[in-house]
Nanobody, 115 residues
Framework: QVRLVESGGGLVQTGGSLRLSCAAS????????MGWYRQAPGRQREFVAG???????NYADFVKGRFTISRDNGDNTLYLDMSSLKPDDTAVYYC?????????WGQGTQVIVSS
């Protein structure tokens, strides 16, 4: 059973930093693309950042220069280092992994950025 568990969310002030983690289990993930998405109240779930098995990285425009995605294949963990946080970053952040069979999601972790 594929399982993704996000952690690290919380309440921070504008300009603050936070590190999100996604612990993966139940499958081999080293060759699969993984990513972070977020969903704010009243909005569609949107792409934040992605990383391939070869280390190719892509970011949404609204987080470039502020967020960094990385992965530790030995530990089966995906990270999102967030800095210069803005109130508009407030959302539930989800980790996912892409398999041939489809996308698998974690339950999400809440990030709240106060004004």
């Amino acid at each position: 059973q594929v399982r993704l568990v996000e952690s690290g969310g919380g309440l921070v002030q504008t300009g603050g930093s936070l590190r999100l983690s996604c612990a993966a289990s139940g499958a081999i993930f080293s060759l699969n693309p993984m990513g972070w998405y977020r969903q704010a109240p009243g909005r569609q779930r949107e792409f934040v950042a992605g990383i391939t098995s070869g280390g190719s990285i892509n970011y949404a425009d609204f987080v470039k220069g502020r967020f960094t995605i990385s992965r530790d294949n030995g530990d089966n963990t995906l990270y999102l280092d967030m800095s210069s946080l803005k109130p508009d970053d407030t959302a539930v952040y989800y980790c996912n992994v892409l398999f041939v069979s489809g996308l698998y999601w974690g339950q999400g972790t809440q990030v709240i950025v106060s004004s």
